[in-house]
């Protein structure tokens, strides 16, 4: 049974940075795409970045490339997002999420199985 739990949301100021984590558990993830998804307030959930779990491939939203970079330690299967020049768009509650490979488009919420609890990430402007 896959288990994803997230931490390292907070509070910080228009232009700081934040480091998100994702602790995952109950497999070993070689042929799982990771990705974070977020959803602000009275709108859809949408993509923000997955990577590849084995080979290390990442892909991003255009909204983010430039400032987030996803990673992974594949020995303690913790996923990352490094968030950086944050803005106030960048509002929302932010989901770890797990697929096996090719069970769909990496950028579409309906291909993933298994999510976290999601961590509140709020920028002050």
């Known amino acids: 049974q896959v288990q994803l739990v997230e931490s390292g949301g907070g509070l910080v100021q228009a232009g700081g940075s934040l480091r998100l984590s994702c602790a995952a558990s109950?497999?070993?993830?070689?042929?799982?795409?990771l990705a974070w998804f977020r959803q602000a307030p009275g709108e859809e959930r949408e993509f923000v970045s997955a990577?590849?779990?084995?080979?290390?491939?990442?892909s991003y939203a255009d909204s983010v490339k430039g400032r987030f970079t996803i990673s992974r330690d594949n020995a303690e299967k913790v996923l990352y997002l490094q968030m950086n020049s944050l803005r106030a768009e960048d509002t929302a509650v932010y989901y770890c999420?797990?697929?096996?490979?090719?069970?769909?488009?990496?950028?579409?919420?309906?291909?993933?199985?298994?999510w976290g609890q999601g961590t509140q990430v709020t920028v002050s402007s």
């Open positions: 990577i590849n779990w084995s080979v290390g491939s990442t």
């Open positions: 999420a797990a697929m096996r490979l090719a069970r769909g488009y990496l950028r579409n919420v309906d291909s993933y199985d298994h």
């Open positions: 109950g497999g070993t993830f070689g042929n799982y795409v």
